[in-house]
């Protein structure tokens, strides 16, 4: 019974950026279309800069607000020190994940 009182939890951001990935692929895509590859070139490298700092910016400030945040979702008073520390791994891969995934629809866009 005491198991179930410490049930990990986690709050995800992996759909975080959508507009960054979503909006960038479809200009990028019709500008490739248009055969501006250079107009291209600068709506891809916009859309990564704008991935890049918001994911540092996330990873920089969820730290800080992470404890109240958490609570929001639920985290007991038992719980938040576990849920702080997955918290804190997952930040240092925002980066990471926010770029794979963000990158990733470029390069279906150019094929």
Known sequence: MEQNKLKTAGVGNRRFLPAFRSRGRTACRHQHGQKDND??????????????????????????????????FGATEELLPYAMDYCGVYCLGTIFVEITLGMNTFLNAQT
């Open 39 to 72: 107009r291209a070139e600068h709506i891809m490298t916009a859309s990564f800069t704008c991935l890049v700092l918001t994911a540092v910016i996330i990873t920089v400030v969820f730290p800080f607000v992470s404890a109240p945040v958490l609570q929001l």
